[in-house]
């Protein structure tokens, strides 16, 4: 599913214009977006967490010419599905 068939599918169930619904879509993600910003973790019941992981600095190799080159420590955004969502995938 893509974001324009999710788009139309929220719309559908709540009976308001596609919009409406990617209005709504567009602050969910945004709020999502801000408070990972802030290095906050963004907890849904039943769905799951969003949060950041730091990948600590370490040394790499360029492919092409085999130099050693240094890679910075980063945040990555990422998400952990609660159990309950696991649960009804696998089901």
């Known amino acids: 599913m893509n974001r324009s068939q999710l788009i139309k599918h929220m719309a559908s169930k709540q009976d308001c214009s596609q919009a409406a619904a990617k209005q ?4 969910i993600l945004a709020t999502i977006q801000q408070a990972l910003m802030e290095g906050e973790k963004v907890y849904i019941p039943h769905f799951g967490t969003f949060e950041l992981r730091y990948f600590l600095a370490k040394q790499g190799r360029n492919p092409q010419t ?18 309950a ?7």
């Open 85 to 91: 969502l696991k649960t009804l995938v696998n089901s």
């Open 66 to 83: 085999g130099a050693k080159i240094d890679i910075a420590g980063a945040n990555h955004p990422s998400f952990k599905p609660s159990p």
């Open 24 to 27: 709504q879509l567009t602050h």
